[in-house]
């Protein structure tokens, strides 16, 4: 999701070129139908096994031009491998004698947004090809659309959950993947869950991946209402879509935070032991809540002490400002986006890669 506004900027760059975006078959659902890309190829595989069928799979594509928004070694081994004539990336991980073009690490990398170091990558390949350099002096679009068809296509699971569409709609995402102090208290979730019930006549789903569904069931089990869990029952593309027609999404700061954002719908982050400045959802549509003591942001993954970034924070604060969002006190304006609609052609070829 941080990667949305270079990929677009990339477009912007070369409006005629094929784009290949390089990925993992669990992200493939948050690029259906984007305009900055023309074809995704995806790459499951680890290994020497996986590193040859990359190598193979880039020669065959027969790539001008190599970005590499990963920092990885393997990455810029498989471009040179292959021989993309151009390769341009971070000088990161000892690669940079792999890269034709190697871009230093920028030192406000942890006060500047994360948006932005990608979008780095994207101000240099600008500089090289045109001489210029305006793609850091711009507002980076980070927006996400989704079709009407796959809106009513949410719209139907939901309905088939029991989910009427005369009364609001807020997802919760109590889990988070890769760091457990990044989580709410589940008896914090589901005396929030309750009240947005009893109160705002909302319905709630349960919204994660199947790796947070232990985190989902506790929240469900101290609810005295019975809120929808679609943990671990969707795919990253129906998450999207699902999140794409929801009043709101209250979650701790995890991927569906930016999905939601990048959307256009209202979004409540509980931030912890994680950065703000740096991880927050980049879009005018997202909050965020935190209570941080003198230990955040220390972005570890598991606290050792007493979790205090995340108890401070009362499901009383929380249940508030989302009332507020709902009750339409925050203004929220649709993010325009355009696609070019000049034919592509074959003449420079790119494939960019993203984790």
């Known amino acids: 999701m941080m990667t949305l506004p270079a990929l677009r900027e990339l477009r912007r760059l070369f409006p005629e070129a094929h784009i290949t975006l390089a990925t993992r078959s669990w992200a493939k659902g948050l690029f259906i139908g984007a305009e900055f890309i023309d074809e995704m190829q995806i790459q499951d595989g680890r290994g020497l096994r996986s590193f040859f069928q990359q190598v193979r799979a880039w020669r065959k594509g027969q790539f001008d031009l190599a970005v590499l928004l990963t920092n990885s070694f393997a990455s810029a081994l498989v471009a040179a491998v292959a021989r993309i004539p151009v390769r341009i990336g971070y000088a990161a991980d000892g690669r940079a004698s792999l890269l034709t073009h190697p871009i230093d690490l920028p030192e406000w990398r942890s006060t500047k947004h994360e948006v932005f170091y990608y979008l780095k990558i994207i101000a240099g390949l600008e500089w090289i090809f045109t001489g210029q350099q305006t793609f850091l002096d711009v507002q980076p679009d980070a927006s996400l659309e989704v079709s ?35 989580r709410w208290p589940a008896e914090s979730y589901a005396v929030l869950a309750d009240r947005c019930i009893d109160t705002l006549r909302a319905q709630i789903l349960l919204v994660g991946s199947k790796e947070e569904l232990e985190v989902s069931r506790q929240v469900a089990d101290r609810m005295h209402n019975k809120p929808i869990v679609l943990t671990g029952q969707t795919d990253i593309a129906e998450v999207v879509a699902v999140l794409s027609i929801a009043d709101l999404l209250i979650t701790n700061d995890t991927g569906p935070a930016h999905i939601a954002a990048a959307l256009g719908r209202p979004t409540l ?87």
């Open 269 to 355: 982050v509980i931030f912890g032991p994680t950065n703000p400045l740096t991880t927050r959802p980049f879009s005018p549509f997202a909050e965020i809540i935190r209570h941080p003591p003198d230990c955040a942001p220390c972005m570890l993954r598991d606290c050792p002490i007493d979790h205090r970034c995340m108890t401070a924070i009362t499901p009383d604060d929380v249940f508030a400002r989302a009332r507020e969002m709902m009750s339409g006190k925050l203004q929220f304006a649709a993010c325009d986006s355009s696609s070019s609609s000049a034919p592509k052609s074959d003449k420079l070829k790119f494939v960019g890669q993203v984790k």
């Open 148 to 182: 009407d068809v796959r809106k009513n296509d949410a719209r139907y699971l939901l309905g088939r959950q029991g989910i009427a569409e005369d009364r609001p709609v807020i997802a919760l995402c109590p889990g988070s993947i890769n760091s457990r102090a990044k």
